[in-house]
């Protein structure tokens, strides 16, 4: 881990925390993944190797701790109290971009935002109570890509490959920066579909239910909300109630 030489705790702190990739594997972790293939499935275009070397540097920091698995196969990786103490640091760094950062093109990879969804985001309650298989269908810098969400039994998980139960509902993203910005709260769903930004066939019923297995748009909306009227009452002087 390299060093800026300085004792300033934001240059010790940035040692941690700023090397490429390391702000990307804690949020995972933090969002409660424990296995090496987990942290890895929310960061696409990270190579093993290099998650191998973070994953170590981090432990070395005393921000992680590194467990044996209890059969052996494979490590389980969770926060230490100086890692979960990152959270609001995270927090206010995605508040910041979510503010003051423009989603573009290159932001908007569909695997990311379904990563996230079903990792962090999945609204449980309203999932319905039998099996049902969604299929998304997009393309990303040129590499056409397939993913399923199965649910089953109260919860879901995504697959990379046709679990062979039937399609429900087949999702085709033909814009990622639409997805992405519905994902983020910045438009509704009827707007992405009107957009033809995202197209779903299959039954009204599960259409209609799709956008509200998600419960990021919603936090997204209700933040946004938030810092207008925190804006408006800075502008006008008068005190937030």
Same mark, same amino acid.
């Given at each position: 881990?390299?060093?800026?030489?300085?004792?300033?705790?934001?240059?010790?702190?940035?040692?941690?925390?700023?090397?490429?990739?390391?702000?990307?594997?804690?949020?995972?972790? =933090?969002?409660?993944? *424990?296995?090496?293939?987990?942290?890895? %499935?929310?960061? +696409?275009?990270?190579?093993?190797? $290099?998650?191998?070397?973070?994953?170590?540097?981090?432990?070395?920091?005393?921000?992680?701790?590194?467990?044996?698995?209890?059969?052996?196969?494979?490590?389980?990786?969770?926060?230490?109290?100086?890692?979960?103490?990152?959270?609001?640091?995270?927090?206010?760094?995605?508040?910041?971009?979510?503010?003051?950062?423009?989603?573009?093109?290159?932001?908007?990879?569909?695997?990311?935002?379904?990563?996230?969804?079903?990792?962090?985001?999945?609204?449980?309650?309203?999932?319905?109570?039998?099996?049902?298989?969604?299929?998304?269908?997009?393309?990303?810098?040129?590499?056409?890509?397939?993913?399923? =969400?199965?649910?089953? *039994?109260?919860?879901?998980?995504?697959? %990379?490959?046709? +679990?062979?139960?039937?399609?429900? $509902?087949?999702?085709?993203?033909?814009?990622?920066?639409?997805?992405?910005?519905w994902h983020l709260g910045h438009i509704d769903w009827?707007?992405?579909?009107?957009?033809?930004?995202?197209?779903?066939?299959?039954?009204?019923?599960?259409?209609?239910?799709?956008?509200?297995?998600?419960?990021?748009?919603?936090?997204?909306?209700?933040?946004?909300?938030?810092?207008?009227?925190?804006?408006?009452?800075?502008?006008?002087?008068?005190?937030?109630?």
């Amino acid at each position: 881990m390299r060093t800026y030489g300085q004792y300033c705790p934001v240059a010790r702190g940035a040692e941690v925390f700023a090397e490429r990739w390391t702000p990307i594997v804690m949020r995972n972790i =933090l969002y409660g993944c *424990r296995t090496f293939n987990d942290i890895a %499935a929310g960061a +696409p275009g990270l190579s093993r190797a $290099l998650l191998i070397r973070r994953l170590r540097e981090l432990e070395h920091a005393g921000v992680i701790e590194i467990h044996l698995k209890p059969d052996g196969r494979g490590s389980i990786y969770e926060p230490t109290a100086a890692g979960r103490a990152l959270q609001p640091v995270l927090t206010a760094l995605g508040v910041w971009g979510d503010q003051w950062m423009d989603v573009r093109p290159e932001h908007s990879d569909p695997g990311v935002a379904l990563w996230s969804w079903c990792q962090v985001y999945l609204y449980r309650e309203r999932l319905p109570d039998r099996r049902v298989v969604v299929r998304f269908e997009f393309e990303y810098r040129g590499r056409p890509d397939k993913t399923w =969400l199965l649910i089953e *039994r109260g919860d879901a998980e995504l697959c %990379a490959f046709d +679990p062979r139960f039937g399609d429900d $509902l087949v999702v085709t993203i033909n814009d990622p920066l639409t997805f992405a910005r519905w994902h983020l709260g910045h438009i509704d769903w009827a707007s992405a579909l009107r957009s033809g930004g995202v197209t779903v066939t299959g039954p009204r019923d599960l259409r209609r239910a799709l956008p509200t297995w998600n419960r990021r748009p919603e936090i997204g909306l209700q933040l946004r909300g938030a810092r207008s009227r925190a804006s408006s009452h800075a502008a006008t002087g008068v005190p937030a109630l």
